[in-house]
């Protein structure tokens, strides 16, 4: 199977002016984007395979990547980074 998933970018709320339920989104936002680069860590790590813990209940994102990050699969990961000077905290 292939999955296909945008994951959004970083939302740094002073920077973006969100409030209330955007600020919100933006919170889950930068938790699933953590939780997806502590999971890909230790799957690099070799995790699986010492019998450690890797976090994919962590997030609803990583809880539904899990087939498509661990096992027998190939991942690839696409970065659109942007050249602009303002954004290069971002970046």
């Known amino acids: 199977s292939v999955n296909l998933i945008d994951l959004a ?5 002073k920077k973006s002016g969100a409030r209330g339920q955007r600020m919100r989104e933006g ?3 930068n938790n699933s984007l953590s939780v997806l680069g502590q999971v ?9 395979k010492k019998g ?4 994919f209940r962590q997030s609803k994102l990583t809880y539904l990547l ?3 990050l661990s ?3 190939v991942t690839t990961m696409l970065a659109n980074i942007s050249p602009a000077q303002s ?5």
């Open 9 to 13: 970018g970083s939302e740094r709320t």
């Open 27 to 29: 919170s889950n936002i």
């Open 71 to 73: 096992g027998n699969s």
């Open 66 to 68: 899990t087939d498509a």
């Open 40 to 48: 890909i860590s230790k799957l690099a790590g070799g995790a699986e």
């Open 52 to 55: 450690l813990h890797v976090p």
């Open 87 to 91: 954004e290069a905290d971002e970046t």
